[in-house]
């Protein structure tokens, strides 16, 4: 990660001036966010996938959002208790969407995960954010790209043997869901400062969640050794 420097403040004895390095998410260079996110992402994926013989998936969804919510919720704890006064009921309707089509991903994604492949899973769901890309683009040759992509997906889908039709219909309104959560995610960013709108979101969505992760999960949600 790249370092910044910030001015700072003249010292007593010699007066010169003491620079401060600082990070500085912004001076990352997109690729690398791009390709941290991908590593996170599936990694984070691999892992639930391994605890579906312990928990269901609607319970690991749960766990998942329900932590998300927590870390979000403390660090953004002051904006949260005045958000409802301090916006409009456009803009928390907006993050109300942002939050439901966040569960609604996740619960898709870990229902085709525990049908199918984990690989052909996220390649049909990726053709969410490449729709989003190519309808963004207005560049001729991003569609020779997105079609390349898409005729990968085609065949990964189709696999060499039988796949589980529910679980691609999964993954497909994953796809729908991820496609919605980037153009949600950037709408709220334009109402809510700082991550006020992600924790929003996220505790909107535990809420949608909650009676199915815990009517499936059960007393495994208590139990710290399932995991």
């Not at 980037?182 to 969505?205: D, E, M, Q």
């Amino acid at each position: 990660m790249a370092l910044a420097e910030a001015p700072g403040s003249y010292g007593a004895a010699g007066g010169a001036p003491r620079r401060a390095r600082t990070l500085s998410l912004g001076s990352v260079p997109p690729p690398a966010l791009i390709l941290l996110g991908i590593v996170s992402v599936q990694v984070g994926a691999g892992m639930a996938k391994h605890i579906f013989d312990q928990m269901s998936p609607s319970a690991v969804v749960l766990m998942r959002l329900l932590t998300s919510a927590l870390v979000l919720g403390f660090i953004g704890r002051r904006a949260l208790r005045t958000v409802v006064r301090d916006h409009s009921r456009r803009s928390l309707a907006l993050a109300a969407g942002f939050g439901l089509a966040l569960a609604l991903m996740n619960f898709s994604i870990y229902q085709s995960f525990a049908r199918i492949p984990l690989g052909v899973a996220v390649t049909v769901e990726f053709l969410g954010p490449l729709t989003v890309s190519l309808l963004a683009s207005r560049r001729p040759r991003d569609a020779f790209w997105a079609l390349l992509a898409g005729a990968g997906v085609v065949m990964l889908a189709k696999g060499g043997g039988g796949i589980d039709l529910i679980g691609v219909g999964f993954a497909l309104v994953a796809g729908v869901c991820w496609a919605a959560y980037i153009l949600l995610s950037a709408a709220t960013g334009r109402h809510f400062s700082g991550s006020t709108g992600l924790a929003l979101a996220s505790v909107v969505g535990t809420i949608a969640i909650l009676p199915l992760g815990v009517t499936t999960g059960g007393s495994a949600l208590l139990d710290p050794g399932c995991c």
